[in-house]
């Protein structure tokens, strides 16, 4: 390995225990607590060190966020280049979807359940046109389109539909995630019941 690929390995390597630290402060503290002050603190590095790297804290939030969606946008579409019908694959999607967020509970938290900041240039930039969160959205769009297609569910608002269907999965997570002591019936009895039931409102 020469000097200057040790130099990026390590460079990479910091800003993943940078984002590590921060998505873990963001989950115990919220943003409007969270200061780089903190997260300096906490990993051993000065704070400038940390601006090298990201310049504020909606940088870290986005940063975060987009490497959440992107994880997940790499599973939806490969559930989708392996489906073979379109309901079974918009199925596995929303199974998918709510085992992802159960099995990264942190980077659900930051991404889908932390209220983010509004009114500033940084926010949401994860859901324009061209981010990771709008294309994990259209993983769904089109799913939901497909299904309209082929006569699997009857015409439907694809729009108003597809953000039905991402509030019935998302409920179901974040409540699972947050209040893992309520006394659930079987998580996969509930999960699936979820998906069955929001499926069987759209049939033709």
Not at 13 to 30: C, K, P, S
Not at 129 to 140: H, I, N, Q, S, V
Not at 169 to 176: D, I, P
Request: aromatic letters at 8%; one cysteine or more; charged letters at 25%.
């Amino acid at each position: 390995m020469t000097v200057k690929e040790r130099r990026a390995r390590e460079k990479a390597e910091l800003r993943e225990e940078i984002l590590d630290a921060a998505r873990e402060l963001f989950v115990r503290e919220g943003y409007e607590n969270f200061s780089m002050r903190r997260l300096a603190e906490k990993i051993e590095y000065s704070p400038t060190t940390i601006y090298l790297y990201f310049k504020d804290k909606a940088d870290l939030l986005f940063s975060l966020c987009e490497e959440t969606f992107s994880r997940l946008v790499q599973q939806l579409e490969t559930i989708d280049s392996l489906a073979t019908d379109p309901l079974e694959g918009l199925r596995a999607g929303m199974l998918a979807y709510v085992e992802f967020g159960l099995k990264h509970p942190s980077n659900y938290l930051v991404t889908f359940v932390l209220p983010h900041p509004t009114g500033t240039g940084e926010s949401d930039r994860h859901l324009c046109p061209t981010g990771m969160g709008m294309r994990a959205f259209d993983c769904l769009h089109q799913a939901l389109a497909e299904c309209v297609r082929t006569g699997k569910f009857r015409k439907l608002d694809l729009d108003k539909t597809s953000q039905v269907i991402w509030a019935a999965v998302h409920g179901v997570t974040s409540l699972l995630i947050v209040h893992p002591d309520f006394p659930w019936v079987s998580r996969e009895d509930l999960v699936g019941q979820v998906i069955e039931t929001t499926i069987e409102g759209l049939k033709a």
